[in-house]
T-cell receptor, first 118, second 108 residues
Framework: DTEVTQTPKHLVMGMTNKKSLKCEQHMGHRAMYWYKQKAKKPPELMFVYSYEKLSINESVPSRFSPECPNSSLLNLHLHALQPEDSALYLC?????????????????FGPGTRLLVL | QKEVEQNSGPLSVPEGAIASLNCTYSDRGSQSFFWYRQYSGKSPELIMSIYSNGDKEDGRFTAQLNKASQYVSLLIRDSQPSDSATYLCAVTGNQFYFGTGTSLTVIP
């Protein structure tokens, strides 16, 4: 089973709202990722979790706050977003067969959450 | 210079033809190379991974890697209209980079 699930599929929020995106995988992967993708652009890496610890933060603004409660779950907490944050948010997971080298593994993507900030 | 470069296209091929997608990268230390397909409004789906120089075939798809030339390609044989999508090259080493993608249209 190579399935990564994400909820919700769509989200509309105001700039003062607080919301969370959720991601789950049951493949036993120990690395999980958040990406942001704007229309007609490639996905941009935001965060990488390795063994439930944040290993990479690609200089993402603090209005995005990731959380990894356990090895199967990954959340992205959103607060005080801007309209330019509207995008498709993708979660992915991968194995990590060598310590610190998760990025060399195949990543499996969830269907994404399409976020609109008004 | 971008870390991973792809022709943005659009690339159009007739049904049944071979589609050739190309990708160059700048980091000589890159170890892992991936091709993903992304349909409009959907998430990326892995087509092929390749780690060693040479060709790797999977059905109608062949990935080719040449580390000396820092070049990776994807050939799609017997192209079908359902192959119409954006193809993303991804390259990893110490960091991870997606190319900008090539839009492919297969004309029936």
């Amino acid at each position: 089973d190579t399935e990564v699930t994400q909820t919700p599929k769509h989200l509309v929020m105001g700039m003062t709202n607080k919301k969370s995106l959720k991601c789950e995988q049951h493949m036993g992967h120990r690395a999980m990722y958040w990406y942001k993708q704007k229309a007609k652009k490639p996905p941009e890496l935001m965060f990488v979790y390795s063994y439930e610890k944040l290993s990479i933060n690609e200089s993402v603004p603090s209005r995005f706050s990731p959380e990894c409660p356990n090895s199967s779950l990954l959340n992205l907490h959103l607060h005080a977003l801007q309209p330019e944050d509207s995008a498709l948010y993708l979660c992915a997971s991968s194995q990590e067969r060598a310590s610190g080298r998760a990025l060399e593994e195949t990543q499996y993507f969830g269907p994404g959450t399409r976020l609109l900030v008004l | 210079q971008k870390e991973v470069e792809q022709n943005s296209g659009p690339l159009s091929v007739p049904e049944g033809a071979i589609a050739s997608l190309n990708c160059t990268y700048s980091d000589r230390g890159s170890q892992s190379f991936f091709w993903y397909r992304q349909y409009s409004g959907k998430s990326p789906e892995l087509i092929m991974s390749i780690y060693s120089n040479g060709d790797k075939e999977d059905g109608r798809f062949t990935a080719q890697l040449n580390k000396a030339s820092q070049y990776v390609s994807l050939l799609i044989r017997d192209s079908q209209p359902s192959d119409s999508a954006t193809y993303l090259c991804a390259v990893t080493g110490n960091q991870f980079y997606f190319g900008t993608g090539t839009s492919l249209t297969v004309i029936p």
